[in-house]
């Protein structure tokens, strides 16, 4: 069983590619200072640190709860497809001096099991003063991504591997900030019953346990004072080759300051309460989700070539040409939004692995083994996308969810 509603995705590495020969590739340049954007606005760059192709990093800075301890922590993963500020154990400075929540049911170690489609983070629930761009989520919890803590029930390790057994560098990045639609990120799933998602940790023993939505990791935007009901992503448009480096600029509120205001010709679309829409894909139904964590699309097509396995043993779409894709998106307030992408020869796009920042590749895959259409970094390139958070942990009152995309 999912162990989340929610679908979660994370990056895709260049070195799963047989052809790629990317491993030894260094980081292509640093991130780009915020200093003279809005102060609701911060860049966001892809580009080779961690060997990952459309990989987009955001930098933060945390502080231990209160203080002026505090310690900057770049390449951190930009995800939309999950919640919560994730940070992988080494680099976080011990002189922080971060102390670990204690669940309210048995007063022990709160620790988490996220699953990804590429494995699991599996780590400790601890506190920090977040602080990216202008904006400051206090008392933030987040999980702190350590195998080394207790020991990984055996669910969880069954669910996928380790993704941080080599930290950072097996992690993809120093952390991962999920930005989806959703308050929290197992609302009711994990409030009623042992989902086995949140546990309870006396030592190196670890049981599952119902949470409160008050003790789950929360989407940082709603922790803000101000600007706390969305962000949006804006990045320039990459053509067939790809890019070494790519910078766009995310910012933070909807409608709440002269730069964030939603245009009147944005197409919008409610989501699921989980952050997805209804797809419908070569007439067939199936979850639909735009996804920053992502760095392909994932649809199946067994009409598009493949690549050879000589070129790697996932499945790569190969077309001859660029092979125009088209979609719908259903809205859950009825609405239809029609989406379209062009899907390159994987091979030509990567074969030299030079490159971080690639549009139009794919994989001939539905993550999680199911049918559905995961709209990746790829589809994030030339186009500004808004997520919209509802105001309300209920799903039933208050705005609802909502993507917005502008070409």
Not at 120 to 139: M, R
Request: glycine fraction near 12%; include cysteine.
């Amino acid at each position: 069983m999912k162990k989340l509603l929610a679908v979660l995705a994370f990056v895709l590495a260049l070195a799963g590619c047989g052809g790629g020969g990317a491993g030894g590739t260094s980081a292509v340049g640093s991130q780009i200072s915020s200093a003279t954007q809005a102060p609701n606005t911060v860049s966001v760059t892809v580009d080779q640190k961690f060997n990952l192709v459309n990989a987009p990093y955001v930098t933060v800075t945390i502080c231990a709860p209160g203080t002026s301890n505090c310690a900057t922590i770049d390449h951190v993963v930009v995800d939309t497809g999950s919640v919560g500020l994730r940070l992988v154990r080494s680099a976080v400075p011990s002189s922080l001096g971060l102390v670990n929540v204690k669940d309210s049911a048995q007063g022990n170690t709160l620790a988490e099991c996220v699953e990804f489609a590429s494995g699991i983070a599996w780590g400790p629930i601890s506190t920090v003063d977040l602080k990216i761009a202008g904006e400051t989520a206090p008392s933030l919890p987040v999980q702190i991504v350590d195998d080394s803590f207790a020991s990984i029930p055996t669910d969880c390790a069954e669910a996928g591997p380790d993704m941080a057994a080599k930290g950072a560098s097996s992690f993809g990045g120093n952390g991962l900030i999920g930005l989806d639609v959703i308050r929290h990120d197992c609302q009711t799933s994990c409030q009623f019953a042992a989902a086995s998602i949140y546990y309870d940790c006396a030592g190196s023993n670890c049981t599952g346990i119902p949470v409160p939505l008050a003790e789950q990791v929360p989407n940082p935007v709603t922790k803000f004072a101000t600007d706390n009901n969305g962000v949006t992503l804006s990045f320039p448009a990459v053509g067939q080759g790809g890019k070494s480096t790519v910078s766009g600029t995310m910012t933070f509120g909807v409608n709440t300051q002269s730069n964030n205001v939603l245009p009147a010709n944005a197409q919008s679309i409610t989501t699921t309460p989980f952050g997805e829409v209804a797809a419908s894909f070569d007439g067939l139904p199936m979850p639909g989700v735009l996804d920053s964590g992502s760095g392909a699309y994932f649809f199946v097509d067994p009409s598009i070539s493949q690549c050879p396995s000589s070129f790697s043993n996932q499945p790569w779409f190969c077309p001859a040409g660029p092979a125009t894709i088209s979609a719908s998106l259903q809205s859950e307030s009825g609405g239809t939004l029609g989406v379209s992408f062009t899907l390159f020869n994987a091979v030509s796009e990567l074969g030299n692995g030079s490159n971080a920042a690639h549009a139009g590749i794919g994989q001939n895959v539905g993550l999680f083994g199911e049918g559905e259409l995961d709209m990746g970094m790829t589809y994030f390139y030339g186009k500004t996308i808004t997520f919209g958070i509802p105001d309300s942990d209920q799903p039933s009152t208050g705005t609802a969810p909502f993507y917005a995309i502008q070409s």
